[in-house]
């Protein structure tokens, strides 16, 4: 069994997949990175919903120290910002000094989340007209969720990074409790907190938006027998059902998660994303938030592609065209070299 690029390369699930940033659905096209994709949400609407965007996003944000069984990022938090990613998936531990650090399950990642968060404001303090999604959540048992809860409010909600978040997901009348509809303009140079903290923690009035009030695909966990079908079926299924029932329209936040993994130790996040990021593709509409493994420039572009009036759009287009032309241009100086 095995993985094909959109370009039909074929990589077998023994060993890592090292063609999957050959293509736009991989993660290295180096040559469409540019800074216009550090400020797409410029042109939308601050009266436009979050609920109703479609955001290129990351699953398992910060996983790098892995092996390639487990590893679901290559590029750090500033370049994915600079390529247009709005939505990460923060996963803490409370570690014995008291600081929040980064873990993919039981393996450290060798990051803390200070680091995390300078690099989040230092993009929003230099690109206010953008914001962000994070979803933090509580990995593992390292502290009871009360302690996650404070110690993440602490390094948090302090005095260097209160400004920029965006906690207002609820409001409270009497004794009902609302979600509220998010537009744009309440969360530019902000980052929207959604908590996935141990259940009865979360806190809907000082945690953000909780995790369960999303709806989502995350069908993530599959048997031995894996089938890449079934996962593929999953995302396609879910991008119809967001926009067959408007659920954008109800101010509720969608996620469309192309990430999986199986018990069968063959099958790991590179080859998985090279088919789910490519069927990213075949829709077109609102996405919700799309979370991705590897997600590289081209798939990047098309999500944000189906945000309407964007001047991104246009600029995006012509640069892929201008590359295209090149490579083509290359191609025929090579042809001709080696017929002389």
């Known amino acids: 069994m095995g ?6 390369a074929f990589c077998d699930f023994k060993e890592p997949c090292s063609r999957h940033h050959r293509s736009g659905a991989g993660h290295h096209d180096s040559d469409l990175e540019d800074a216009i994709y550090s400020q797409w949400m410029a042109d939308l609407p601050d009266d436009k919903l979050v609920s109703e965007i479609s955001i290129p996003g990351t699953h398992d944000s910060f996983s790098y120290h892995c092996t390639h069984f487990a590893i679901c990022q290559s590029k750090s938090a500033p370049v994915l910002l600079g390529m247009g990613v709005r939505y990460f998936d923060v996963r803490l531990k409370v570690k014995k000094n008291g600081r929040l650090r980064v873990f993919h399950g039981p393996t450290d990642q060798k990051t803390y989340f200070e680091e995390i968060m ?14 962000l999604i994070a979803r933090i959540k509580q990995e593992g048992d390292s ?16 005095q260097d990074y209160e ?3 965006y906690l207002n997901a609820y409001v409270q009348e009497e004794s009902k409790i609302s979600r509220v509809k998010i537009n744009v303009g309440a969360v530019r140079g902000k980052i929207l907190l959604v908590s996935d903290f141990e259940k009865e923690f979360n806190g809907v009035t000082s945690s953000g938006l909780n995790w369960g009030d999303l709806e989502m695909q995350d069908d993530y966990n ?15 299924h879910f991008f119809k059902k ?4 408007h659920i954008g329209e109800t101010g509720k936040i969608c996620i469309n998660h192309c990430s999986a993994s199986s018990d069968n130790s063959l099958v790991f996040p ?19 938030i799309v979370a991705m493994d590897f997600p590289g420039q081209l798939v990047i572009n098309h999500i944000i592609a189906q945000n309407p009036g964007l001047k991104i759009n246009e600029e995006s287009a012509h640069k892929i065209q201008a590359n295209l ?6 191609i025929s100086d090579e042809q001709v070299k080696h017929e002389k």
């Open 222 to 236: 599959f048997k031995p027998d894996f089938r890449m079908e079934e996962k593929v079926q999953s995302i396609k």
């Open 163 to 165: 400004k920029f978040w």
């Open 270 to 288: 590179s080859c998985v994303a090279k088919t789910t990021n490519a069927c990213v593709f075949e829709h077109t509409g609102i996405m919700g």
């Open 3 to 8: 993985c094909t690029d959109s370009k039909g």
């Open 143 to 158: 502290a009871k969720g009360h302690v996650f809860k404070e110690v993440f409010k602490r390094f948090a909600l302090n």
């Open 118 to 131: 300078r690099d989040f404001t230092q993009f929003l303090t230099h690109h206010p007209s953008e914001f």
């Open 242 to 245: 967001i926009q067959d029932d």
């Open 325 to 330: 032309q090149e490579s083509h241009k290359q």
